[in-house]
Nanobody, 120 residues
């Protein structure tokens, strides 16, 4: 079993920056892909950015240039650097981690979310 704990959210003025953290813990686990999702008011949860164990990254077009995802495999931690925050970035940000089992199955884990609020 893997537990994900996010942190780093908060209240920030438009134009500011935040760095979100997500640490994975547990026993006998290996995380493959890690993702950040967000759920903004009135909308469905959306994928924001992802990273592979090998360090490959991708992000949705709407946040390219402002959001940067990185990870530290040794610490089982993924980060999301958010710059030039906009009020529409307000929402709950969730960490998702995918583990591949020895049988080739995928197990998905979710954190509890961290709130980001951007004031105009």
């Amino acid at each position: 079993q893997v537990q994900l704990v996010e942190s780093g959210g908060g209240l920030v003025q438009a134009g500011g920056s935040l760095r979100l953290f997500c640490a994975a813990s547990g026993s006998n686990f290996s995380i493959n892909d890690m993702y950040w999702y967000r759920q903004t008011p009135g909308k469905q949860r959306e994928l924001v950015a992802g990273t592979t164990r090998g360090g490959g990254t991708n992000s949705t077009d709407s946040v390219k240039g402002r959001f940067t995802i990185t990870r530290d495999n040794a610490k089982n931690t993924v980060y999301l650097q958010i710059n030039t925050l906009k009020p529409e970035d307000t929402g709950v940000y969730y960490c998702n981690a995918v583990s591949i089992t020895s049988m080739g199955g995928r197990i998905s884990y979710w954190g509890q979310g961290t709130q980001v609020t951007v004031s105009s």
